[in-house]
């Protein structure tokens, strides 16, 4: 109005979010999502989807289908499919129950790890095989059944 040109907003770096704090205490029912850096004090039971890094503080804990992140480091637990694009680092405090997709994996002594893993540039695990399949009946072995 009159003339004047609105002031210019402060912008910030493309690709820089503020971090998400998700403080001890605090109890997260369903999946997270965040667009930059994310701690986990508390417990998130869901997945975690976040296009950033990610740390699990040593009382934080995440329970759910999936956790994908950039780089990931764990000093709390993990019960859930762990995808990092990065490195994903499991300290001495670290306890991960679930298969690993990592470009790098990082396990400190005293960690515990329950599962499988992949790194390197191989992205996709084979379908886990919970039991045994029967084995397969000889074609040539058909014996009639017997009725009483």
């Known amino acids: 109005m009159f003339g004047r040109k609105p002031s210019p907003q402060p912008s910030k770096p493309s ?28 417990v998130v039971l869901g997945s975690v989807l976040i ?23 764990v000093n709390g637990e993990i019960r859930a499919k762990v995808i990092a694009d990065g490195k994903l680092t499991l300290t001495k405090r670290a306890k991960v129950e679930g298969d690993v997709v990592a ?33 397969a009946k000889n074609a040539k072995d058909k014996t009639p059944a017997k009725e009483d």
């Open 15 to 42: 690709g820089s979010h503020a971090p998400t704090f998700i403080a001890s205490g605090t109890q997260v029912h369903g999946d997270l999502k965040s667009k930059g850096p994310v701690r986990v004090d508390g």
């Open 51 to 73: 296009d950033g890094d990610l740390e699990i503080a040593p009382s934080g804990r995440i329970e759910g289908e999936e956790v994908r992140a950039r780089n990931i480091l």
């Open 103 to 135: 470009k790098a994996l990082d396990i400190e002594a005293g960690a515990t790890f329950v599962g499988r893993s992949v790194t390197g540039e191989g992205k996709a695990l084979p379908p886990r095989q919970t039991a045994e399949a029967p084995p």
